[in-house]
């Protein structure tokens, strides 16, 4: 076979040469010192005018840092559903800034250290301009860490240690921090509220040891005190591992000093077990246990067993978690419905707070964690216009209205320390494991140290909670 002739042809030779010149001169022009590409000479995008890697030309990321597996999976697993439902519905309407908005998820595994990983991939790797996420507190703090140094706005639909309000006081979350579930400072009151209006006089804790667990029970121990309570082992409290996998000192610990009810801050995983061989001791007979929305799973009664003629352990245990009564739950509880899928707890939050991050960079005509953590608070409770649906509150922005979000978790006014106030209902284990609604608790109060008001009074019949909601959030 007759090889081809591969030489090139003087006037070809020289078209290639001018080719090669021009191409040189324009890429230069493209990257020169007046280009802005954050590089040396170039302008970096500021928040409110450009985008940055948080989502720019490739429209707005969200990212989910939830417990898919781990201690809080059984509340904490339908949460990203939620998100992704918010996004579909902005999608449906144009996306944002004129673009779809795209998810990436994370599991934390319900423990920090796989979540502070985990937050980095989502920062560091997906460039996600802001997070829902996380639901355990102590998971939150070490994620919340990783958003600030790369500018992401984290908002958690349900981690509700007192240690954010006091961090963020201190300037520690440079504004790159909220959350659509109220603190623990007001659902500690609320359990207080509920111990005395049950006539109890003496109450003990029993706490996972972890930023939920110890700041939910000095909060109880406080407020219950400020009403003429008395809590036994006040002065020694009753504190177990995390990760332990037995705890006989400590229930015996905490049941000795003989009180009428026990709150018992706990974890579902670790929780059940403890309950379980609180029972088996015998220790608590008599006692009613007073659990929290860490515990407010539909598993929970199941986790901890049943006794020898078929009972629930628990049948009768009572407990608090953040309701969800804003303007938008019944169009999102009709949403969810028709997936489905059971309505639990926290799905809502979780919907505001993906709501919030995508209102906030359409209002900020930007997709940076910077922009949305300029314009979040506007958007959740500034003087503009109020509206609960999402399309809706999307036009007004475009049109260079302001807006005050109405979520479906509740009004989601977040203050300058990025809480909000909520309203607590009253949950009670029935005889057949399942978990009702039975009151509610209304907080009236502002953070920044006002104390809340705490109103008692009948529920209404819970909107769409046929059965247990289930989920609760914070931990760790």
Known sequence: ??????????????????????????????????????????????????????????????????????DLASIAQPLPLA??????????????NGAPVTLVSQDDQSDPSAGAEAMTRLTEVDKVAGVV?????????????????NKVMIVSPGSTSPVFTVEAKKGTYQGYWARTAPPDTYQAQAMAQLARKKGFTKVATIAINNDYGVGFEKEFVAAFKKLGGIVTNEAKPTRY?????????????????????????????????LLKDAYEQGLSKGVTIMLPDGAYSPKFPDQVGKTADGKFIIDGAIGTVPGAHGKA????????????????AYLQHSWDAAALIMLAAQSAKTNTGEGIASKIREVAGGPGEEV?????AITLLKAGKKINYQGASGNVDIDAQGDVVGTYDIWQVQPDGSLKTIDQVNIAGAGGGAAPKVEAKPADKPKGDAKPAAAPGKKG
């Open 83 to 96: 998100v992704e439902m918010a996004i579909d519905t902005v999608n449906s309407c144009g996306g944002i």
């Open 329 to 344: 739950l019944d169009d999102f509880n009709k949403k969810w419905l028709a997936s489905g899928k059971p309505l639990t």
């Open 241 to 273: 591992d995390a990760k332990g996998t037995t705890f006989s000192s400590e229930v015996k610990a905490a049941f000795e000093g003989k009180p009428q009810a026990i709150a018992a801050l706990v974890y579902p995983d670790t929780g059940s077990i």
């Open 1 to 70: 076979m007759t090889m081809p002739d591969r030489r090139i042809q003087p006037k070809l030779a020289i078209a290639m040469a001018l080719l090669t010149t021009i191409t040189s001169l324009l890429a230069t022009s493209c990257t020169g010192p007046n280009a802005k590409t954050g590089g040396t000479g170039g302008t970096t995008p500021t928040a409110s005018t450009a985008p940055s890697e948080g989502g720019g030309s490739q429209g707005l990321k969200i990212g989910t840092l939830l417990s898919s597996t781990g």
């Open 388 to 392: 609960s649906d999402l399309c809706q």
């Open 133 to 149: 996420g996380a639901f355990g507190s102590g998971i939150s703090t070490a994620a919340a860490n990783v958003a600030i140094k």
